[in-house]
C-alpha cells in the first residue's frame, strides 16, 4: 500500500517561507490526485490544495490564493508545498494525502485514500 511521509515543517515569523516535502512510497502516484490538507486542534481537516496526476488541474483554499504552491515530481514521488508569506493563521498540522479514486483533483478529504502522519507549520507574529 502507499505510505507518505510528511517533511519541512517548522516555527517561523510571519512573513517567512516554508518548503513541505511529501515522500511517497508503496507504490507509483503518477495517476493518482494528490493533495494537502491542514488541522488545528479541535477542528477538522480543512482543504490546502490540490493536484491531479498531470499537474493539469491544480487548485487552491481561496485562503492561501497567490501565496502557496503546490507541485509534484512523480519520478521522485514526491508532493510539494511552497508557502510564502505565512501567517500565523496559517499554523495547523499539514498533511499529504493521495486518492487512487479521482484523478483531475479534489478539495474533498472523503475522496482521498491514503494519509501521511502529518507535519506541524507554526507560525508567531
Known amino acids: 500500500q502507499v505510505q507518505l511521509v510528511e517533511s519541512g515543517g517548522g516555527l517561523v515569523q510571519a512573513g517567512d517561507s516554508l518548503r513541505l516535502s511529501c515522500a511517497a512510497s508503496g507504490g507509483t502516484v503518477s495517476s493518482y490526485t494528490m493533495g494537502w490538507f491542514r488541522q488545528v486542534p479541535g477542528k477538522g481537516r480543512d482543504f490546502v490544495a490540490t493536484?491531479?496526476?498531470?499537474?493539469?488541474?491544480?487548485y487552491y483554499a481561496e485562503s492561501v490564493k497567490g501565496r502557496f504552491t503546490i507541485s509534484r515530481d512523480n519520478f521522485k514521488n514526491t508532493l510539494y508545498l511552497q508557502m510564502n508569506s505565512l501567517k500565523p493563521e496559517d499554523t495547523a498540522v499539514y498533511y499529504c494525502a493521495i486518492s487512487h479514486r479521482y484523478f483531475s483533483g479534489s478539495s474533498n478529504e472523503d475522496e482521498y485514500d491514503y494519509w501521511g502522519q502529518g507535519t506541524q507549520v507554526t507560525v508567531s507574529s
Open positions: 493536484i491531479s496526476w498531470s499537474d493539469r488541474n491544480i
